[in-house]
């Protein structure tokens, strides 16, 4: 009955997180993505499931290098 309980409440706690309309990244400890809400994935242009267990400082390095990419370009 607890594993349902802890289930239920974070289907709701990533319910939530969704709905928000700012990027969330969860991380753990390590800073390894956990999650992405739908916003996040936008803005970063990738989906949680490929960002999961990925470096959350490579990744925002690796954007920072695109968006510098871009402004060259423009």
């Known amino acids: 009955q607890s ?6 409440l974070k ?4 319910l939530m997180i ?3 309309n700012e990027g969330v990244i969860t991380t753990d400890s390590a800073l390894k993505i956990i999650g992405l809400n739908t916003t996040a994935e936008h803005l970063l242009g990738i989906t949680e499931v490929s960002a999961t267990g990925q470096d ?3 990744l925002l390095e690796n954007l920072t290098d695109s968006v510098r ?3 060259l370009l423009n």
């Open 18 to 20: 969704d709905s928000l």
């Open 69 to 71: 990419s871009e402004d």
């Open 3 to 8: 594993q349902e309980a802890f289930q239920t």
């Open 56 to 58: 959350l400082q490579l």
């Open 11 to 14: 289907d709701r706690q990533h």
